[in-house]
């Protein structure tokens, strides 16, 4: 809630509920996922958020504001989780099915990490995020992260790829807009954002990544905000 670029991000108003609201929406539908939990600070005005988690029926843990990798390492251990599957409260379009793609990929059991947001190789919209990884492997890294990568929480993993199995998920080639902005950190994106569910969300609640690309596609206003650099 304290952002400085856009305050109070995480309970802006769309349609029938909040920003994080209709992200954990999105996130019950993930048919492999047996737990959500909102990772938030313990910063007074994030006591919203804590409230907003009650109301929606999720867990809720509260920890360091700057260290964001040892708050997702309590979340897990507070609901007692083996495997993270970390999304940030930006990624409000992110696509339920993606998720379940990128757990089924980490439990064939080939890779340490699952991920579509390692640097150099990302080529879904930026908001589409997956990453899959051990409860285990992340407590491991703690002691040895720096002040960013412990920010960044994953980041340890993709700055040391010697000592990881990292799996990249690739976006087929309808997919690939690398250089959209689909999250939520500025005023336009927030635009973005509404304007997207407000398209799609009443008719398909479930909508996917090709709905949400064909949407913006279609609306020469919210491509140009897709494709905005700021």
Same mark, same amino acid.
């Given at each position: ?22 992200? !954990?929406?999105?996130?019950?539908? #993930? ?6 939990? &909102? ?16 109301? /929606?029926? !999720?867990?809720? /843990? ?9 708050? !997702? ?25 993606? =998720?379940?793609?990128? &757990?089924? =990929? ?7 990490? $699952?991920?579509?947001?390692? *640097?150099?190789? $990302? ?6 995020? $997956?990453? #899959? +990884? ?13 002040? @960013?990568?412990?920010?960044? !929480?994953?980041? %340890? /993993? %993709?700055?040391?790829?010697?000592? %990881? ?11 690939? /807009? ?6 939520? *950190?500025? @005023? ?7 304007? #997207?569910?407000?398209?799609? +969300? ?6 996917? #990544?090709?709905? $949400? &690309?064909?949407? &913006? ?12 650099? %700021?």
């Amino acid at each position: 809630m304290g952002s400085t670029r856009l305050p109070g991000k995480c309970d802006l108003p769309i349609l029938h509920t909040t920003s994080t609201g209709i992200l !954990v929406e999105r996130l019950k539908k #993930v048919r492999n996922a047996d737990g959500i939990v &909102i990772a938030t600070t313990v910063n007074s005005k994030d006591n919203i958020l804590e409230d907003r988690a009650l109301q /929606f029926g !999720v867990g809720c /843990f509260r920890g360091s504001e700057e260290d964001v990798m040892s708050r !997702v390492i309590g979340a897990g251990e507070s609901s007692k989780a083996d495997v993270i599957v970390e999304v940030t409260g930006d990624c409000l379009l992110l696509d339920p099915k993606l =998720l379940e793609r990128g &757990i089924d =990929l980490f439990f064939e059991g080939s890779a340490d990490v $699952v991920t579509n947001v390692m *640097d150099g190789k $990302v080529s879904y919209p930026q908001g589409m995020d $997956v990453q #899959v +990884y051990p409860l285990r492997l992340l407590k491991e890294a703690y002691p040895h992260a720096s002040v @960013e990568q412990r920010e960044h !929480v994953s980041l %340890y /993993f %993709y700055q040391n790829p010697r000592r %990881y199995r990292i799996r990249s998920m690739e976006a087929p080639n309808q997919h690939r /807009f690398p250089r959209w902005r689909l999250m939520l *950190d500025y @005023e336009q994106d927030y635009r973005l954002l509404k304007s #997207v569910f407000e398209k799609l +969300y009443p008719a398909k609640n479930d909508f996917d #990544v090709d709905d $949400v &690309i064909r949407t &913006i596609r279609s609306d020469p206003e919210l491509l140009k905000l897709a494709e905005a650099t %700021y």
